[in-house]
């Protein structure tokens, strides 16, 4: 069980240390903000404590686009298909 997941200069956020209590946890906020990141990275952490993977290649393949396709990364306008960086 995770009880703390601690970022510095990781993606959306500067400094963050979220402290887990017992049982359920629920991650509120507007979209944009990093929920999706921290349960991502608390899955990379967690996963390697049974695979035989290092926390920097989980945490890469984590957050890897699906298809490794680099597409997946942009940003997209609500009038348009193309992306930007």
């Known amino acids: 069980m995770l009880e703390k997941i601690k970022f510095d200069k ?3 956020f500067e400094k963050l ?3 887990f209590s017992p049982g359920i946890n629920i991650l509120v906020g507007e979209n944009g ?3 999706t990141h921290i349960l991502k990275a608390a899955y990379a ?3 390697i404590a049974t695979s035989k993977r290092g926390f920097a ?3 890469n393949n984590v957050f890897y ?7 997946c990364l942009v940003k997209r ?3 348009s298909s193309k992306g930007s960086l």
């Open 10 to 12: 990781f993606t959306a």
């Open 17 to 19: 240390e979220v402290k």
């Open 33 to 35: 903000t990093g929920k």
């Open 45 to 47: 952490a967690c996963d």
């Open 57 to 59: 290649e989980k945490i």
């Open 65 to 71: 686009p699906s298809e490794k396709q680099i597409g």
């Open 77 to 79: 306008s609500s009038v």
